[in-house]
């Protein structure tokens, strides 16, 4: 469930994982250093224009932010409530731009590539007694979490609004929380079942 990869053979497919990453850290270090509204537009529309070379479609981008719309809403009434409209609309396009920069990330890198990427990158971490496998399995995970539970937030609204309770934020957040915890636990599950001893 976690590899979300897209089979491809665009130039970003093509891109060693370990180039990616560092774009990566680098768009996403560039987005929170200069606070610009149309700075983080710009950057949404790059990283937009990026999806078509990557052989992904239009859907698949809004497929990775339509299930945390709601999220969002609530983001941008509470910016908005203890500042003004424009830090608002600001806060909310660049958690777009890097939820959308991490997506396209996963959606063109193999989870077994970024994984190896990273720890070979954290090899200097095996001399002050940190298990750089370990870490870069945690690093890994962590930025393919909020692509997978945004999929399993539209799953549970979906569920629910069968129920007429697409509005209810308990009976939203309730189950996510509940699905996202069984996630982590089949994930412990795997892990164990195949002997992994890094």
């Known amino acids: 469930m976690l590899d979300l990869y897209s089979p491809g053979t665009s130039i970003l497919h093509r891109v060693a994982p370990g180039w990616k990453i560092f774009a990566m850290m680098l768009g996403g270090t560039g987005l929170f250093l200069f606070n610009s509204l ?5 950057a949404t529309v790059a990283i937009l224009a990026l999806y078509p070379v990557a052989g992904l479609t239009a859907k ?11 999220i969002f809403a609530i983001f941008f009434a509470l910016q908005w ?8 609309t600001f806060f909310v ?24 990427t990273i720890t070979r990158a954290l090899g200097f971490l095996r001399p002050v007694g940190l298990n750089p496998a ?8 962590a930025l393919r979490f909020i692509p997978v539970l945004g999929q399993i937030t539209q799953e549970v609204r979906e569920a629910q609004k069968t129920r007429g309770l697409e509005r209810s934020v308990i009976a939203i957040t309730l189950p996510v929380a509940i699905r996202t915890i069984k996630m982590a ?3 412990s599950d795997a892990i164990e079942s195949r002997g992994y001893r890094p």
Do not use: F
């Open 185 to 187: 636990d089949d994930i």
């Open 60 to 70: 698949e981008a809004w497929v990775q932010v339509r299930p945390l719309l709601w």
């Open 81 to 88: 409530w203890l500042s003004d409209l424009t830090t608002a």
């Open 134 to 141: 370990k870490v870069g399995l945690a690093i890994s995970l």
């Open 93 to 116: 396009v660049r958690l777009a731009a890097l939820i959308l920069l991490a997506s396209l990330v996963t959606l063109t890198t193999r989870a077994s590539d970024m994984i190896d």
């Open 38 to 42: 149309p700075v983080a537009c710009g």
